[in-house]
Structures are given as structure tokens and as C-alpha cells.
């Protein structure tokens, strides 16, 4: 991400996520399939998907390229 803030901000939000906290930001909405995101009110938004007691981080991002993301996690994943 190229602005540091928004970067610090998905990095809160895993780790929230991580601590136990399944809804850390403003809302955890399911994408499609599998895979859901997490979102900041300051805009970050971290793309994951869970497998047993396994979480992978797909993406990140902010607003501004969210659509983007969203198409390539589409392209790779559905």
C-alpha cells in the first residue's frame, strides 16, 4: 500500500482478527466463496480466507483500488 497509515491500519486489523476479535474494524463481509474482508473506517481492507485453524491473507488494500482487488481475488479464486 502506498500510504502508510491505511498500511498501519490493515496490519491492526489482522491482528485484532488474529487476537479472537472476528469483527475488529467496521464490518467482515463475505466477498464470495470462501473469502471475506475486513474493513477499516479509515479505508484498509485486508482479504482473507480461513482453513481449519489456518488464516491466509490474500490482499490488501485501501478504498481507492478495493474494486481492483476484489476483480483479481475473483480471477484467482472463483
Do not use: W
Amino acid at each position: 500500500m502506498k500510504d502508510p497509515k491505511i498500511q498501519k491500519d490493515a496490519d491492526a486489523l489482522l491482528r485484532r482478527y488474529l487476537e479472537g476479535n472476528n469483527n475488529p474494524g467496521i464490518s467482515n463481509n463475505n466477498i464470495f466463496g470462501d473469502i471475506f474482508e475486513l474493513r477499516s473506517k479509515n479505508g484498509a481492507r485486508v482479504y482473507l480466507r480461513k482453513s481449519g485453524d489456518t488464516v491466509e491473507v490474500l490482499a490488501k488494500s485501501d478504498k481507492n483500488n478495493q474494486k481492483d482487488v476484489i476483480n483479481r481475488l475473483r480471477k484467482l479464486y472463483d
